[in-house]
């Protein structure tokens, strides 16, 4: 099969995990008989320097023209502390979600079994945990209309969503519950917020369409609560834009190390594929960062975008053994093990495909 991927790196980190993911995606390739056609094309800081701005449309283009988008990370410090930036690298990140359509973000959280005492909860915990937030991406308070008012010292950021936006996430959600274990939890605060209202109503009228899912309602509050209490109760959750952005970064550290956690971006044109972690640009140019997250997300995108699972278990299988022989970075190794350095990380694997 030809696969053609766009290759977003981005900044920070960005560059150095992706390199290690085309590694393990051209060996996995080869050796599956695929022929894969990459292309490259900047978002975030280093298109605003560049082009002056974040996701130019020669990089939409690239993203429009390819079967999957591999994505590594955005943002830069230079831009945090100020402001009065009017171009930000984290809005091409909204505007590529936007212009692609992604609505679903799909965020798992697991534990792997070698690293259990790395996470910051108990084993007893967390054994089992195998959820996943579905995460509306291009609605709610992200894209709402905001702004000043004239005296300069009021501002405002507004939260809508449509049924049929709620609708089509929620499909995904059932039907991601389907084919788990048929639990499905509605995350909203419906107690306060009246386009959380919309959001259970609508879940509740197409429970007929799925009578065999079992649907809770839960506010984002408690799921925040019950997630390091029992994260393993959960299965799929859905949830509106910002509850999972906070709820996944939360969820995301429960594995251990912010560094392993995979997701993708579906929608209405190519599907992106993209590590939960951010920039992270204190580690930026040391070849430390842990590529093991989009290494996964490699994986995620064999099975959903291209339909070849045999090849992402390929991938999830070497990881597997990387963690087990203690190949891993510094973020995993901690104080007293051997800490192997990114590219080496990604090295190994490619070569232990
Ligand atoms: C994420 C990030 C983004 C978000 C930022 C960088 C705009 O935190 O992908 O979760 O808030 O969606
Ligand atoms: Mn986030």
Redesign the pocket.
């Known amino acids: 099969m030809k696969l053609n991927i766009a290759l977003l790196a981005g900044d920070g980190i960005g560059p150095e995990v992706i390199d290690q993911a085309v590694k393990v995606v051209d060996a996995v390739s080869k050796k599956f008989g695929h022929e894969v056609s990459w292309t490259s094309a900047l978002t975030g800081a280093a298109a605003i320097d560049a082009h002056g701005e974040p996701y130019p449309d020669s990089t939409h283009e690239v993203c429009m023209a390819a079967d999957a988008v591999l994505f590594g990370a ?2 830069h410090p230079k831009y945090d502390n100020d402001p009065k930036a009017t171009v930000r690298p ?1 809005q091409g ?2 505007k590529m979600r936007q212009k692609l359509g992604l609505f679903a973000n799909v965020r798992p959280t697991f534990t792997f079994p070698s690293l259990i005492d790395n996470s910051p909860l108990k084993r007893e915990r967390i054994e089992g945990t195998d959820l996943i937030i579905l995460r509306e991406l291009t609605g709610g308070i992200y894209f709402g209309e905001r702004g000043r008012k004239d005296d300069g010292n009021t501002a405002f950021d507004t939260c809508t969503y449509t049924r049929a936006e709620i609708q089509r996430l929620a499909k995904l959600g059932f039907e991601l519950a389907m084919s788990r274990s048929k639990k499905l939890c509605c995350v909203d605060k419906a107690n306060v917020l009246e386009s959380s209202r919309l959001w259970r109503e609508t879940v509740q009228d197409m429970e007929k369409d799925f009578p065999e899912v079992e649907v809770s309602y839960e506010f984002v509050d408690a799921v925040a609560m019950r997630l390091v209490q029992w994260p393993s109760s959960y299965d799929v959750l859905i949830t509106e834009n910002l509850f999972g ?1 906070i709820l ?1 970064d939360e969820a995301s550290v429960i594995s251990g190390s912010m560094g392993l956690m995979p997701s993708a971006s579906k929608g209405v044109h190519t599907s992106l594929y993209e590590p939960i972690h ?1 920039s992270y640009p204190q580690a930026a140019g040391k070849d430390i960062a842990n590529p093991l997250a989009t290494v996964l997300s490699a994986a995620m995108m064999f099975e959903d975008a291209f339909g070849l699972k045999a090849e992402a278990d390929a991938i999830r299988d070497v990881v597997n053994k990387s963690l087990a022989e203690g190949i891993v970075t510094e973020d995993i190794a901690g104080k007293e093990g051997k800490a192997y350095k990114t590219s080496e990380v990604g090295n190994w694997l490619a070569s232990n495909i």
């Open positions: 955005i943002g984290e990140l909204l952005d996944t951010g």
